[in-house]
């Protein structure tokens, strides 16, 4: 399984923007958890920023509960993260995760990150 992040860029506060990841390799032979984008900031602990299932189910940390929407198309097995209201503290580097089920817990999968900045 490979990974790849797209869309990352700079803002200004208040702006929007939208990461992509192109998920590629024997995709409809494992069983996903689930699909998310993490972050990390300088300094800080990398954490899970949002999450959409395969029944299409999603989360959201809570700090981009209502700015942030996670999207998956199955067809081109790409997982979207709309960003719209950024604010300063957005500044990130994001990182897309698969989840993949096995056995004996599970496995992740990562994307190469893509910086977002955000200027006040």
């Known amino acids: 399984v490979q990974l790849q992040a797209s869309g990352g860029g700079s803002v200004q506060s208040g702006g929007s923007l939208r990461l992509s990841c192109a998920a590629s390799?024997?995709?409809?032979?494992?069983?996903?958890?689930?699909m998310g984008w993490y972050r990390q900031a300088p300094g800080k602990q990398r954490e899970l920023v949002a999450a959409?299932?395969?029944?299409?189910?999603?989360d959201y940390v809570d700090s981009v509960s209502g700015r942030f929407t996670i999207s998956r198309d199955h067809a081109k097995n790409t997982v979207y993260l709309q960003m719209n209201r950024l604010k300063p503290e957005d500044t990130a580097v994001y990182y897309c995760?698969?989840?993949?089920?096995?056995?004996?817990?599970?496995?992740?999968?990562w994307g190469q990150g893509t910086q977002v900045t955000v200027s006040s």
């Open positions: 995760n698969l989840d993949r089920h096995v056995s004996s817990g599970s496995i992740k999968y």
């Open positions: 390799g024997s995709i409809s032979s494992i069983n996903i958890n689930f």
């Open positions: 959409i299932t395969s029944g299409g189910s999603t």
